[in-house]
């Protein structure tokens, strides 16, 4: 049962560096999300895409990208790391024949220094 | 916009005391009502859902009743243990509204043996 399956889990970047924080889910779904969770903010979105090809900003895109690969994949980049970008991210998906239910990867931790 | 509010933190509470997290929604329609849990060190899980009005939702001795009259779906638990801290998120998805899921800031609640 993989489920949603993110990776790295641990990642410590310098600022100005780029990375990719790869996300799979092998539940078919349409729907997949990421969010940044900082200590006392719960969580924000950065980018949802709601099937393979599309992409949409959410509340704090500012210094992401993403891609869509594949219905499977969907990856977040960060081309200049900044320190306030230290947060865990959580990568997700739903499927409405789910009724939207959310699954989640267990997190990267990163930490821009 | 769709939004969720749910009460600020942390609560906490004694062993075996009763416990309520209240959560109030905005939306549009009829969207789907969810409560998460993410235990310390983890990614979110689902707790329960509730799909339309008057449905509850339950799992692990939690409660919740979607109301819509008053745009609530609180939790709710008789009798809480220690391994119940955690924080708790409340969210919506809106099937009307690009099914985007829409979380709450999320309640730590700490539970003293």
């Known amino acids: 049962n993989a489920g949603v399956t993110q990776t790295p889990k641990f990642q410590v970047l310098k600022t100005g560096q780029s990375m990719t924080l790869q996300c799979a889910q092998d539940m078919n779904h349409n729907s997949m999300y990421w969010y940044r969770q900082d200590p006392g903010m719960g969580l924000r979105l950065i980018y949802y895409?709601?099937?393979?090809?599309?992409?949409d900003k959410g509340e704090v895109p500012n210094g992401y990208n993403v891609s869509r690969l594949n219905k499977r994949e969907f990856s977040l980049r960060l081309e200049s790391a900044a320190p306030s970008q230290t947060s865990v991210y959580f990568c997700?998906?739903?499927?409405?024949?789910?009724?939207?239910?959310?699954?989640f990867g267990e997190g990267s931790w990163l930490t821009v220094v | 916009g769709n939004s969720v509010t749910q009460m600020e933190g942390p609560v906490t509470l004694s062993e075996e005391a009763f416990l309520t997290i209240n959560c109030t929604y905005t939306?549009?329609?009829?969207?789907?009502l969810f409560w998460y849990v993410q235990y310390p060190g983890e990614g979110l899980q689902l707790l329960l859902k509730?799909?339309?009005?008057?449905d509850k939702g339950s799992n692990k001795g939690f409660e919740a009743t979607y109301r819509k009259e008053t745009t609530s779906f609180h939790l709710e638990k008789g009798s809480v243990q220690v391994s119940d801290s955690a924080v708790y998120f409340c969210a919506l998805s809106d099937p009307n509204r690009d099914d985007k899921i829409i979380f709450g800031k999320g309640t730590r609640l700490h539970i003293l043996p």
């Open positions: 509730a799909t339309k009005a008057d």
């Open positions: 997700a998906s739903s499927s409405l024949t789910a009724r939207n239910t959310i699954y």
């Open positions: 895409s709601a099937s393979e090809g599309t992409t």
């Open positions: 939306a549009t329609g009829y969207p789907s």
